[in-house]
């Protein structure tokens, strides 16, 4: 038997982020990959040049022709980009009882924003208390937990602070934090579990497309029953080979390298420290 994930994303053009990096992880994973679209992006690794959203019918359609021939394991969404869709998406999953993994998409690599600011009330009032895991890195944290987010108990009071919108756990990525020598994360989870994962700072532009990655092999790691926590560990190691072992195409910020954790798994856990 075959496990199938779902992604609920935009489409990025350049390949790199959005249902494309999703599909294309799932695939390295062994997942079985179904997509809802909810917005089509004209961009490049230098930027987001145009957006149009789809209608809201049509991504409750895609969602529902899914569901009602796939044995969906788990979901996630990435670019919901407006309320009205955060609303519908919520509307499709608040009885499903199937692992949803939130990747709050606000500001594309480029700079572009990708969640109109009104949207950000709904994303955490209606998705957000669906969540099995919210995936947040530090400024989509700041937004979330209404906090600037300066220090390692910032992170900490940020992460009490989503979980106090309903969510089952949070996983704060440390990325943005270029102050230190490695990027740490932070799970938290509602029933006390807490522990960090930390890798090595790997000095490269070639990051575009990191969040919905990280959260798309999470998500296929819970569609082929891990628990929480080793889902987050495994997906650890997948973005760090991912960026490590970079593609260097394009003149922005590049594409990660979605099959290099598959070339690589007797080393996969090289470098990934789990700390708690």
């Known amino acids: 038997m075959v496990d199938v994930a779902l992604t609920i994303a935009g489409s990025d053009s350049g390949g790199g982020a959005g249902i494309q990096a999703d599909l294309k992880t799932f695939q390295e994973l062994g997942v079985f990959g179904t997509s809802a679209l909810t917005a089509v992006t004209a ?6 040049t145009a957006i149009q959203p789809l209608e809201t019918a049509m991504i409750t359609a895609q969602i529902q022709a899914v569901m009602e021939d796939f044995n969906v394991k788990a979901i996630k969404t990435g670019m919901l980009f407006s309320a009205e869709i955060i609303h519908a998406v919520g509307d499709m999953f608040h ?13 594309a690599k480029g700079g572009a924003s990708l ?18 895991i919210v995936m947040p890195n530090i400024p989509e944290a700041e937004v979330l937990a209404d906090m600037t ?3 390692e108990i910032d992170i900490e009071q ?17 990325g943005h934090r270029k102050e230190a020598s490695y990027a740490e994360d932070l799970y938290m989870g509602a029933d006390g579990k807490r522990f960090s ?47 490590e ?3 260097k195409i394009g003149g922005g910020h590049g594409p990660t390298n979605h099959w290099a954790y598959g070339r690589r798994t007797t080393k ?9």
């Open 245 to 247: 072992d970079g593609l």
């Open 115 to 132: 969640l109109k600011e009104e949207a950000v009330e709904a994303l955490k009032t209606v998705l957000v208390p669906l969540a099995a």
């Open 149 to 151: 987010i300066k220090t």
């Open 43 to 48: 961009q490049n690794t230098f930027g987001v």
């Open 95 to 107: 009885w499903s009882g199937i692992p949803l993994v939130i990747d709050p998409v606000m500001i």
């Open 158 to 174: 940020a992460a009490k602070r989503i979980l106090a919108l309903g969510a089952e756990a949070v996983l704060i990525k440390g």
């Open 197 to 243: 994962v930390r890798a090595p700072w790997i000095d490269t532009k070639d990051t575009h497309g990191t969040g919905c990655t990280y959260s798309a092999a999470l998500t296929a790691f819970l569609a082929n029953g891990e628990t929480a926590a080793n889902a987050v560990i495994e997906a650890k190691c997948f973005i760090h080979a991912a960026i």
């Open 268 to 276: 996969r856990m090289e470098g990934v420290v789990v700390n708690g």
